[in-house]
């Protein structure tokens, strides 16, 4: 496998979208597609699923994200040591995230933070409400939004799918609704 297929897989589970991957790698958006058609191609495999909204990696994809990261995490310890700066970052480190979004996305990535960085002490926030950075709640938040407020800093580390599930006869009542655009619309049953 070429190396830098994992550089390509990385930008685009990052970016979500051809034209943002291309962004983070400094290329045309239309060379990502070409490489990630090769890369495909050339594996056998299918990395990500193509839809409207942009790509979701698939279980392969995945697989091959979590690599990149390592790969990525790797290669930046290197750096740090070959010019001189081997400071590993320590200390306590608070990170929250919806119950969902912990069991499910950020657990393992947190698992490898731990084992790259043994000095860090990581305390773990779980909880529905969002923890207020500005007020030193915590650290590094996971929240499912696609842009960070104003005066945060923020990356897409991952892409979630969702699926809105309706009964037949409510969905028959109200086939012309607009759920994506106009989702106040609609009636509701959430988890609390």
């Known amino acids: 496998m070429d190396w830098d297929y994992l550089r390509y897989i990385r930008a685009l589970a990052i ?22 058609d090769q890369m495909e191609e050339s594996l056998g495999v299918q990395f990500f699923e193509r839809n409207q909204s942009g790509l979701q990696l698939t279980p392969v994809g995945e697989m091959a994200f979590r690599e990149a990261e390592r790969l990525a995490t790797d290669m930046e310890n ?30 393992p990535i947190l698992a490898e933070m731990v084992r790259t960085y043994p000095e860090i002490e990581l305390e773990v926030l779980t909880d529905n409400d969002v923890a207020n950075l500005s007020h030193r709640e915590a650290d590094l938040t996971l929240r499912p939004e696609n842009k960070p407020q104003a005066t945060l800093e923020g990356e897409r580390i991952a892409a979630i799918e969702s699926a809105v599930y309706g009964a037949a006869k409510y969905c028959r009542r109200h086939r012309n609704m607009d759920i994506e655009n106009q989702p106040e619309g609609c009636t509701w049953i959430l988890p609390d």
Do not use: C, F, Y
């Not at 320590?90 to 995230?97: E, L, P, Q, S, W």
């Open 15 to 36: 970016g979500g979208t051809l034209a943002k991957a291309g962004e983070i790698l400094g290329v045309h958006q239309t060379t990502v597609l070409r490489r990630l």
């Open 78 to 107: 290197l750096e740090r040591k070959l010019v001189g700066d081997d400071s590993a970052p320590v200390g306590k480190v608070r990170v929250a995230a919806e119950d969902v979004m912990m069991n499910e996305l950020l657990s």
